[in-house]
């Protein structure tokens, strides 16, 4: 099935919950609107003619200081040869998404990392907790409107 052809299938099935399809030949893609990722997800994982089995990658994304962050899930079908992007934004000041990591074992660790560093809460996650910052660190350092600590715990941080 090419991506023109996922595309329609999914605004067909999903109607109102596709925001926007690119046709990339290298990396198709569509934006999903959130409250249908997890809907929108399975459909691309259970389905026979697509059978996404992998997710290859899950990334945070910061669109600007003024802008909204997002999640960008890349996804690929083993038994099928293809591969298929789908992106989410969120905005800045509540950015909440259904967590895939029930779909997709690898996903519990991209999204606790996009928590840590950037804030983005995936809703029903088994264990949303920090993965490389302590406990106690304060704000999201890959946001672009993060102000640098200078010091942590009495350490001191240069410029």
């Known amino acids: 099935m090419n991506a023109a052809e996922i595309h329609t299938m999914l605004a067909g099935s999903f109607p109102g919950a596709i925001l926007h399809f690119a046709a990339d030949a290298v990396n198709p893609w569509i934006e999903v609107e959130p409250a249908s990722l997890l809907d929108v997800m399975a459909r691309l994982m259970d389905d026979r003619d697509l059978a996404f089995d992998e997710l290859m990658c899950l990334s945070g994304v910061d669109y600007g200081p003024e802008k909204e962050l997002g999640v960008i899930y890349h996804l ?20 909440v998404v259904p967590s ?60």
Request: aromatic letters at 12%; proline letters at 6%; one cysteine or more.
């Open 76 to 95: 690929c079908s083993t038994a099928k040869g293809h591969r298929f992007t789908v992106k989410v934004k969120l905005p800045r000041q509540n950015p």
């Open 100 to 159: 895939v990591a029930g779909l997709w074992r690898t996903a519990n660790w991209h999204e606790r990392e996009a928590y840590d560093l950037l804030g983005i809460v995936f809703e029903g996650h088994p264990d949303l907790t920090r993965i490389l910052l302590p406990d106690d660190w304060e704000g999201y350092p890959l946001r672009k409107d993060y102000v640098l600590v200078k010091t942590y715990h009495g350490l001191q941080f240069k410029d």
